[in-house]
T-cell receptor, first 111, second 114 residues
Framework: SQQGEEDPQALSIQEGENATMNCSYKTSINNLQWYRQNSGRGLVHLILIRSNEREKHSGRLRVTLDTSKKSSSLLITASRAADTASYFCATLSNSGYALNFGKGTSLLVTP | GAGVSQSPRYKVAKRGQDVALRCDPISGHVSLFWYQQALGQGPEFLTYFQNEAQLDKSGLPSDRFFAERPEGSVSTLKIQRTQQEDSAVYLC????????????FGSGTRLTVV
């Protein structure tokens, strides 16, 4: 079963706009991670935020975490056509061995 | 190697056939994970190895699925008597630990059972 749920399922924007994706999860976590997957490829790790952190930045990426609401958001600023991909959130529980992934948000950035 | 390598990249199997999928993790990575990804879905956890020990196999869908990592490096996922519902992309990932620093994924093996 999948722990996280991303919202929206699909997002279409133009180059230069910002893209925001949300993730909700169910159980308490050790950390939350975001991954990108280009069509037909494996997943690429983007950013990790720990349960005691509220916000983290990496280049054009900004991640927030609200453990009281069991939710996270990923913001991609100044999007590019190359950002077109599926984005997944994944959580590591305190007792689990492995990451649990959501169903993903499909992002399309048009020139 | 520089990344996680999986082979074959594509596999077509006739229903009832046995298949073996290989994963070469990043050298030195203690943890190795197998995931199954159906079309349009997120990856679903299958099994986890810490070195050669299989610590969690709770995600394996049936006893037709078997994974091993005998020397703590290369891993093989075997599916016996394949069925159409086994059609999916099988992803392998490795990490220094269970997940505190992120996983490195391979490109996956796309299995199609006909």
């Amino acid at each position: 079963s999948q722990q996280g749920e991303e919202d929206p399922q699909a997002l279409s924007i133009q180059e230069g706009e910002n893209a925001t994706m949300n993730c909700s999860y169910k159980t308490s976590i050790n950390n939350l991670q975001w991954y990108r997957q280009n069509s037909g490829r494996g997943l690429v790790h983007l950013i990790l935020i720990r349960s005691n952190e509220r916000e983290k930045h990496s280049g054009r990426l900004r991640v927030t975490l609200d453990t009281s609401k069991k939710s996270s958001s990923l913001l991609i600023t100044a999007s590019r056509a190359a950002d077109t991909a599926s984005y997944f959130c994944a959580t590591l529980s305190n007792s689990g061995y492995a990451l649990n992934f959501g169903k993903g948000t499909s992002l399309l950035v048009t020139p | 190697g520089a990344g996680v390598s999986q082979s074959p990249r594509y596999k077509v199997a006739k229903r009832g056939q046995d298949v073996a999928l290989r994963c070469d993790p990043i050298s030195g990575h203690v943890s190795l994970f197998w995931y199954q990804q159906a079309l349009g879905q997120g990856p679903e956890f299958l099994t986890y190895f810490q070195n050669e020990a299989q610590l969690d196999k709770s995600g394996l869908p049936s006893d037709r699925f078997f994974a091993e990592r005998p020397e703590g490096s290369v891993s093989t996922l075997k599916i016996q008597r394949t069925q159409q519902e086994d059609s999916a992309v099988y992803l392998c990932a490795s990490s220094w630990d269970r997940g505190d620093y992120g996983y490195t994924f391979g490109s996956g093996t796309r299995l199609t059972v006909v």
